[in-house]
């Protein structure tokens, strides 16, 4: 079943702690993103990446960190710099043609107290 | 900034053909506009998207004008089962051959029986 993976659908993390939220492809797409949605708003980009080991920061990239070692997989840090990081994450790949569409996941919520 | 304008809300009777507007005047020559849907905690799901010709797809169909400035997506027989919220997106081309969508608040699609 092709498609992309985010692990898990909830995670709950204390004040100050780091957390890392898994994004998986079997689409042999070759760019992936990362972004976060707010109750009742739309999507903000966070991080990018085209290739392995290359990523871009998006609008709002603030507090986080990414990876990209291998090409199936692009690993979002939520770090404790991060002010406000309880809101819905999603993970998205394409293979970057120019009007080949974004695929995406069904999203990580992640609740810090 | 979201680079298109969307009706917060629209209602629709079950069976009928929902229309959903979007004006996106600002938009480039080469921008192609995109639809996605999202449904309540799932990620977005892309629907159908068109640079300047109308398309149609087993989903939808998406109207473009003439000058590029509005679309509309078009719902010919709406069920329940299509009330979610509608993005209408501007792709937008950055350096290196990457690629955005940017989101804004979207269109609440009700289909009521």
């Known amino acids: 079943d092709g498609g992309i993976t985010q692990s898990p659908k909830y995670l709950f993390r204390k004040e100050g702690q780091n957390v890392t939220l898994s994004c998986e492809q079997n689409?042999?797409?070759?760019?992936m993103y990362w972004y976060r949605q707010d109750p009742g708003q739309g999507l903000r980009l966070i991080y990018y990446s085209q290739i392995v080991n290359d990523f871009q920061k998006g609008d709002i990239a603030e507090g986080y960190s990414v990876s990209r070692e291998k090409k199936e997989s692009f690993p979002l840090t939520v770090t404790s710099a991060q002010k406000n990081p309880t809101a819905f994450y999603l993970c998205?790949?394409?293979?970057?043609?120019?009007?080949?569409?974004?695929?995406f996941g069904n999203g990580t919520r992640l609740t810090v107290t | 900034d979201a680079k298109t304008t969307q009706p917060p809300s629209m209602d629709c009777a079950e069976g009928r053909a929902a229309n959903l507007p979007c004006n996106h005047s600002t938009i480039s020559g080469n921008e192609y506009v995109y639809w996605y849907r999202q449904i309540h905690s799932q990620g977005p799901q892309y629907i159908i998207h068109g640079l300047k010709n109308n398309e149609t797809n087993e989903m939808a169909s998406l109207i473009i004008t003439e000058d590029r400035k509005s679309s509309t997506l078009i719902l010919p027989h709406a069920t329940l089962r299509d009330t979610a919220v509608y993005y209408c997106?501007?792709?937008?081309?950055?350096?290196?051959?990457?690629?955005?969508?940017?989101f804004g608040a979207g269109t609440r699609l009700a289909v009521h029986p």
């Open positions: 998205a790949a394409t293979d970057n043609s120019y009007n080949s569409p974004l695929h």
């Open positions: 997106i501007v792709r937008v081309p950055l350096l290196g051959g990457y690629n955005k969508l940017i």
């Open positions: 689409l042999n797409h070759d760019a």
